[in-house]
């Protein structure tokens, strides 16, 4: 059998098993809400998610003021840029992280204590 006969089976099959394993993942991923984390954004992102939440008295400040609620801290829980350089997560009991996003259409930085048992938001600097 010729070479790119071969190599045409080949990708042919890849194709089909490619959209198979696709739509497989697609609908797992959706039924049991699991999410694929290895790189170190998502992963720590999701660890600040899965812990209680509190906020410090200038977030609750800034929540009665009606200046942040706490879909803002959620969408940057989601989808913000951890800045690991200016964080400090060699620190112990709590680790600090700046998370970078965006706030009613403002670009922010959020503060976050990431300690064992819980994750508290020290300050949204804008």
């Given amino acids: ?9 080949f990708l042919f099959g890849l194709s089909i098993g490619l959209v198979f ?12 809400g699991t999410e694929f984390c290895y790189f170190p954004n998502c992963r720590t992102l999701k ?6 939440i509190s ?6 400040q800034m929540i009665r003021a009606k200046e942040l609620d706490s879909t803002d801290i959620n969408s940057f829980l989601h989808s913000g840029d951890v800045d690991f350089g200016k ?3 060699k620190t112990s009991p709590c680790k600090t992280y700046y998370i970078e996003g965006f706030v009613k259409d403002r670009a922010a930085i959020l503060k976050v204590n990431n300690c064992s048992e819980k994750a508290v938001i020290e300050r949204v600097i804008f």
């Fill in 1 to 9: 059998m010729a070479f790119l006969k071969r190599l045409g089976f």
């Fill in 55 to 60: 906020y410090s008295d200038a977030i609750g």
């Fill in 21 to 32: 394993l696709t739509i497989f993942l697609k609908k797992k991923s959706e039924e049991t």
């Fill in 47 to 52: 660890d600040i998610r899965t812990k209680q």
């Fill in 87 to 89: 964080s400090e997560t």
